[in-house]
């Protein structure tokens, strides 16, 4: 047997095993939150590993492979948690350049309104949308950068924020918060 099909087999058989374990294991390590959810963690861990499975040596110790993989996630999003709480005044910057791309407006001539509309628009997005908008828009990460992170092909990264900028020009025109 292959090592990729190997691995997999052993990913596979462990996750379906234990996934009530693993998912009360990211509980007793996070908050549950909008950002931070235990389901949430334990499918990305498990479609980064299963993506990457043909990438890794033989697995011998499952567990302690997956465990240190979830907590290694978890330490990620507590340091980016704790990161994001200082620059919430550049993220407001960097809220006002976005209004210009939906609004068309020059910078600075918005209104409270909006601003706060455009806040409450992205966060009821769909998370899938709401992170690329986020790590794209307000991060300023690349295409290239998100794809080599999470697996997910540029294309469809581009075609996940033009279908949120979409969203998100909807959602503003049908509160009457920008005009057509």
């Known amino acids: ?11 596979k058989d462990f996750f379906s095993e234990e996934y009530q374990s693993l998912r009360a294991y990211a509980n007793s390590k996070i908050e549950a939150t909008v950002n931070r959810d235990a389901e949430d963690i ?7 590993l299963f993506t990457r499975a043909n990438t890794y040596s033989p697995i011998n110790n499952v567990a302690g492979f997956v465990y240190n993989t979830i907590r290694n996630t978890i330490i990620d999003i507590m340091r980016s948690d704790k990161r994001s709480g200082k620059r919430t005044e550049f993220f407001d910057d960097k809220l006002q350049e976005f209004v210009g ?9 918005y209104s409270e ?4 509309g455009l806040k409450q628009t992205i966060n009821e997005l769909k998370p899938i949308y709401r992170d690329i908008i986020i790590a794209v ?6 295409y290239k950068e998100i794809s080599l992170e999470t697996g997910i092909p540029t294309g469809t990264l581009m ?3 033009h279908r949120a900028l979409a969203i998100l020009h909807k959602q503003l025109e049908t509160k009457k918060l920008i005009k057509t």
């Open 42 to 48: 334990i499918q990305d861990v498990a479609l980064k």
């Open 113 to 116: 309104e909006l601003i706060v």
């Open 101 to 109: 791309q939906i609004y068309e407006a020059p910078k600075n001539q």
């Open 1 to 11: 047997m292959s090592v990729e099909s190997e691995n997999n087999k052993k990913l």
């Open 137 to 142: 828009d307000f991060e300023g990460y690349t």
């Open 159 to 161: 075609s996940h924020r």
